[in-house]
């Protein structure tokens, strides 16, 4: 059977609360169907159903039934609903899984009894809540690369467009580029701080997108000797944008805790909501803007193998803004193999040629869609990185090992430098970043890259030609910044 976490490695919800988590481990996990379990982390007392369960609803009676007969009580959350998606909504809900009112539940063993007896498409509407880890380098390892003050000696990134009355309106009325970045949100720091390069307090209805505020804490949720391990991420990945592509505008969605984990059920939340978010501003609705990228840094691999075809509600809100003509932008994940980690591995299959992507399959590829890109990592001599995920789903290359970006200029743990008995002198203390600036490594810092090309391509184009379909425009910066052939 899986086994707790240990204490306090829990993963932070939408409600504010904290979730038990388990590992699950498949020498010991009980499988009733004819598969191959592999480890992967969810929420103990949390199940996903995709579509709305009535009365009717055969897989929702099984449900409640083999929970009974376990003493337990299922729970239905509902996702919110939003005006703009009234006419094809995204419809699923959360089953809260209580045991007697303790947290002893594990739904895995209710899972497994369930899909045994299910037929194969109520198999595929059901799931674990995965819980999906932000992709640094090796979270909580120490070793060469990891996150460490430096110095920032240049100019500041400059803007060529001139500052417009909103943050992603530019003076003369060109649309900037607007970049998601669904991750720990934007610490302050003097690039950012300056008006209009990050849309700050978006809101739907009043509420963030976000699970969280867009604003990332400077320390971490409790006290600490040190900085938490996700401290800075989002405003990392920030600062790498801002590098690449200067006129770009960043929307911070926030929905990682300073541990750099999210439920998988919050993550979708929080899409559809950044979905509302866009097509509003696509249908011009004031104080709402467009979205051209979004870039997710993070991923779960799940509990089967050789299951290229895993669906969930996560792939079907991905779907849903490809459609709309928003790009996404996800990274491979640092493992340093080819087990297939979502949401990249359901990216088209590829081979890589002389820096340029070439479909295994072309009906992979759908002009109605814009395409999924995967960007792993490589070293600043341009190998792959050790760390770094490869395999057929992964789109392009980019670098991702010792990158110089912004962190939160607040960040200051508390480690102290060596101090050096003579003149003064002391070493570089290692979680002070009030400089404003860091190195680190992982893919999570190789996707803001190709994020920011693509930012840059559709830019170029709408000055130079101002194309009205989205998608379409989409799939021009998509070739090239990849080489991925745009399909008929």
Known sequence: MSEPMPEG????????????????????????????????????????????????????????????????????????????RSEVPRTGVALHVAAG???????????DDVTSLAGEEDRKRIGLDHVLQGHQNRPGVAQPGDREPSLHVGTVPRRVLGTGPTPWLSDDGVQRPVVALVDTGIGAHPWFDRSH???????????????FTDDEPATGHEPSTE????????????????????DAAILPVRVMYTDGEVREWDLVRSLERLLEYHLRGVSGIDGYTPVDVVVLALGFQPEVLEDDDYEGMLRGVLRDLRRAGVLVVASAGNDGGDRPVFPAAWAPHVRRVDGRAEPLDIRDLRADYTPLLVVTASNPNGTLAEFANDGPWVTSVRPGTNVHSTMPATADGALLPQRLSEGGRESVDPDDFTGG????????????????????????????????????????AAHQATGLPIPN
Do not use: K
């Open 227 to 246: 900085l938490a391990p996700y401290v800075g991420h989002g405003t990392f990945i920030a600062g790498v944008v801002h590098q690449v592509c200067p």
């Open 101 to 111: 009112g303790s947290e002893d539940a594990d739904v895995w063993d209710l899972l």
């Open 437 to 476: 600036f860091a190195t680190w490594s992982g893919t999570s810092f190789s996707s803001p890259v190709l994020a920011g090309e693509l930012a840059q391509h559709l830019l170029n184009g709408r000055i130079a030609e101002g194309t009205a379909d989205r998608v379409a425009a989409a799939w021009e």
């Open 197 to 211: 390069v990050v849309i700050r307090d978006a809101e739907i209805d009043g509420r963030p997108i976000g699970t």
């Open 9 to 84: 490695l829990r993963v932070r919800d939408h409600a504010g609360g904290w979730r038990p988590v388990r590992e699950l481990d498949p020498a010991e996990a009980p499988c009733r169907r004819d598969i191959r379990l592999a480890p992967t982390r969810y929420v103990a007392d949390r199940l996903i159903v995709r579509g709305t369960p009535g009365e009717d609803d055969g897989l929702l009676a099984l449900l409640r039934e083999r929970a009974a007969d376990r003493g337990l009580l299922l729970e239905e959350e509902e996702l919110p609903s939003a005006p703009m």
